[in-house]
T-cell receptor, first 113, second 111 residues
Framework: NAGVTQTPKFRILKIGQSMTLQCAQDMNHNYMYWYRQDPGMGLKLIYYSVGAGITDKGEVPNGYNVSRSTTEDFPLRLELAAPSQTSVYFC????????????FGNGTRLTVT | GDSVTQMEGPVTLSEEAFLTINCTYTATGYPSLFWYVQYPGEGLQLLLKATKADDKGSNKGFEATYRKETTSFHLEKGSVQVSDSAVYFCALKEGAQKLVFGQGTRLTINP
């Protein structure tokens, strides 16, 4: 069981570069999420999706974009990387939006210099 | 808005010690409450949950009781092991709203 797979594991970007963080799940979950984790700050929701073709903003969406063309994939795009986007990014999925637990990927550690 | 407050870390204990990690919450309605655990280099995993007042969630020797009167969901374990070293997150969810996490508590268990 692969669960939620994130790539890459690590990445260093220069200011102004762009990149896409990949996320795929094989559990046929409708709900998918992107979080960022900053030291001592817990997790903040960036974007989420309740199904293919539907996305919505979370708490901290500025500087990011997402798309959900299939149930399995939910890529996160950074268009103009800034040092404030240095963080660990986690993708997660859940069966429904109520009490189903979230299943997390192992994260992508991004450094912007 | 909804919020979760956890005890400040880091917490360092000896093996076989008793563990309590405090968690209190603020919510407008009747949320479900969760504890997630993050082992080094990994994503978060659900540890236990409780969906209504007085429910007790339990897993791997950990327990937490949903206390509505004190708006708390403290995590406890009677005898910790080195393998319990991780970061623990308390979280709440109201209906279709998004999961709200506390800031996390880093736990280190020394042999």
């Amino acid at each position: 069981n692969a669960g939620v797979t994130q790539t890459p594991k690590f990445r260093i970007l220069k200011i102004g570069q762009s990149m896409t963080l990949q996320c795929a799940q094989d559990m046929n979950h409708n709900y998918m999420y992107w979080y960022r984790q900053d030291p001592g700050m817990g997790l903040k929701l960036i974007y989420y999706s309740v199904g293919a073709g539907i996305t919505d903003k979370g708490e901290v969406p500025n500087g990011y974009n997402v798309s959900r063309s299939t149930t399995e994939d939910f890529p996160l795009r950074l268009e103009l990387a800034a040092p404030s986007q240095t963080s660990v990014y986690f993708c997660a999925s859940s069966h429904d939006g109520y009490n189903s637990p979230l299943h997390f990927g192992n994260g992508t550690r991004l450094t912007v210099t | 808005g909804d919020s979760v407050t956890q005890m400040e870390g880091p917490v360092t204990l000896s093996e076989e010690a008793f563990l309590t990690i405090n968690c209190t919450y603020t919510a407008t309605g009747y949320p479900s409450l969760f504890w997630y655990v993050q082992y080094p280099g990994e994503g978060l995993q659900l540890l236990l949950k409780a969906t209504k007042a007085d429910d007790k969630g339990s897993n791997k020797g950990f327990e937490a009781t949903y206390r509505k009167e004190t708006t708390s969901f403290h995590l406890e374990k009677g005898s910790v092991q080195v393998s319990d070293s991780a970061v623990y997150f308390c979280a709440l969810k109201e209906g279709a709203q998004k999961l709200v996490f506390g800031q996390g508590t880093r736990l280190t268990i020394n042999p």
